[in-house]
């Protein structure tokens, strides 16, 4: 099976030391693919930069004017108190968003069965109009509207499983049905966003699933959401494709958050996404590479998502979590079932 895997030296660029988002994320990807020999086994290319009428279906002028703006300024500057721009950082956002669409050609074009994109800086956090948690391009919402006016993709599914809600990806997609969005994520953290009665508006109303799980809850409770929610909405809507949002914050070790997966718990959700687009789609699904700041949980998960769409076994040398995860899940199940009808 053969897997594009799509990088850039340049992302390193985009850099402030101490942040959580730093360079060492992508440097300890790329160590760890390398020595574990999944990059020669894999198509390796180097993004593109993006079009700027590309970003421009999810983003606004405004917006890109002020990060063209920023390009010329000799010092990093803080778009928020958690997101920051450096005067490479635009066009390194840019050859972000780049690796996104390269590996939207690949899968489509017939070039590669199935893609990693091993991205920075992050995405699911921008929204239209402005960058925010360390994200400045919203990069699987560019690449999802690339496939659909590019390849006339009717029906995309966006699954999110970083450990913060995916707000700038729901905001793009909110009242359209055409896309599918459903996010894992821990409740009541940043960005507060995510509730389970947050469907969707007008013709996208239920086409916008979030699952947030107190903190605590690990393998088994997201192993059935997954059983009961994630492959039945997905079943009912019949992608053409499928994205992910791969954030590895929700394993046990992160210092942002509190979901207590394991290595071996998110290989399952990848897993179960790679299976899902086999049914489905003819296996055309693309990883996004997100959160995750604990460098060998990140960098161990990402490997991961390579083993399996090479088809080999993951490997999960971080072991189990600390304490026992909660298991409280089923009620939680019955009532996400009821507002959404499955």
């Given at each position: ?196 009665e947050e469907t969707g508006a007008g013709d996208g109303r239920g086409y916008n699933i979030n699952l947030p ?7 088994e409770s997201y192993a059935a959401l997954y059983r009961e929610i994630v492959w039945k909405a997905a079943e ?107």
């Amino acid at each position: 099976m053969t897997t594009l895997y799509v990088t850039h030296p340049r992302y390193v660029e985009h850099d402030l030391p101490a942040h959580p988002e730093h360079a060492g994320r992508i440097r300890a990807i790329w160590r760890r693919l390398d020595e574990s020999g999944l990059t020669a086994r894999m198509i390796a290319v180097e993004a593109p930069p993006i079009e700027r009428d590309v970003i421009l279906t999810v983003h606004t002028p405004a917006y890109i004017a002020l990060l063209e703006k920023l390009s010329g300024l000799d010092r990093t500057v803080r778009l928020d108190a958690d997101t920051y721009a450096n005067p490479s950082s635009y066009d390194i956002a840019c050859l972000s968003a780049g690796g996104g669409i390269r590996a939207i050609d690949a899968v489509l074009s017939g070039e590669a069965a199935n893609a990693l994109a091993a991205i920075r800086p992050p995405g699911h956090h921008a929204m239209p109009d402005h960058g925010m948690g360390f994200c400045l391009l919203s990069n699987i919402a560019i690449a999802a509207r690339y496939a659909q006016k590019q390849y006339q993709v009717k029906r995309v599914l966006i699954v999110d499983y970083d450990v913060h809600h995916g707000n700038g990806t729901e905001a793009a997609f909110y009242a359209d049905p055409s896309v599918l969005f459903i996010s894992t994520h821990q409740q009541n953290l940043y960005p507060g966003t995510g509730r389970v009665e947050e469907t969707g508006a007008g013709d996208g109303r239920g086409y916008n699933i979030n699952l947030p799980l107190p903190g605590g809850h690990g393998d088994e409770s997201y192993a059935a959401l997954y059983r009961e929610i994630v492959w039945k909405a997905a079943e009912r809507f019949q992608p053409e494709l499928i994205l992910v949002s791969a954030g590895f914050d929700a394993h046990w070790s992160d210092p942002l958050a509190g979901i207590q997966l394991t290595l071996d718990g998110l290989a399952h959700l990848t897993s179960e996404l790679k299976r899902m687009a086999d049914q489905l789609c003819g296996g055309k699904i693309v990883y996004f590479v997100e959160g995750g700041y604990n460098l060998d949980a990140l960098s161990h998960g990402v490997a991961n998502i390579a083993r399996i769409l090479l088809g080999d076994a993951a490997v999960d040398p971080m072991g189990a979590a600390p304490q026992s995860p909660r298991t409280d899940i089923d009620a939680y199940i019955q009532r996400v079932k009821q507002v959404h009808g499955l």
